[in-house]
């Protein structure tokens, strides 16, 4: 079904949230804000939102294309919001990874983790290929720094927590 292309954003967002079968209160929640909130924009009370809440909600209810939401001429999501680069997931692992609470063996010297931590600032500002050279920096940092300062043996916690 072809949407009239006069209807206004807040009309369109909950044309696309019905047909999705969600309730403004699970729209609103997955957003942080109130249902309503969410009630005022799609009534018009509220002025449509700006493009990074456009784009959220366009996530939400699976839609590909911002003209859907804005009625305007085409404007693909990806466009917006870039492709994830490929070394992505190994760094979202490692952060999701990391070891919370009492750590076993010895404590992780902090130098070394500020040399690391130093290693991968530098990479970060030199590097022309820095997402993907971090990526193989990253992961051993994050367990190192999250081990020192859950280890019971840490000599300076405030520092292991800084790094």
């Known amino acids: 079904m072809a949407l009239d292309p006069a209807l206004p954003v807040g009309r ?29 924009v799609e009534t018009g009370v509220l002025l449509p ?3 990074p809440m456009l784009m959220r909600i366009a996530q939400h209810l699976g839609i590909d294309d911002l ?3 804005t009625g305007d001429v085409s404007m693909p999501r990806a466009l917006y919001s870039g492709i994830e680069h490929a070394e ?12 919370l609470g009492v750590a076993g063996g010895p404590a992780p010297r902090l130098d070394h983790i500020a040399v690391q931590l130093q290693t991968a600032w530098q990479t970060r500002m030199t590097r022309g290929d820095h ?21 019971p043996l840490c000599g300076d916690r405030r520092r292991a927590e800084v790094l």
Do not use: N
């Open 88 to 99: 992505l997931a190994s760094v979202r692992r490692a952060v999701d990874g990391a070891v």
């Open 67 to 69: 003209s859907c939401l």
């Open 131 to 151: 997402r993907t050279a971090l990526a193989a920096l990253l992961p051993p940092l994050l367990s190192a720094a999250s081990v020192a300062v859950s280890h």
């Open 12 to 40: 369109r967002i909950q044309h696309y949230r019905e047909r999705a079968w969600k309730s403004r209160a699970v729209l609103a929640g997955l957003l942080g804000r109130s249902s309503s909130w969410l009630k005022q």
């Open 49 to 51: 939102p700006r493009l």
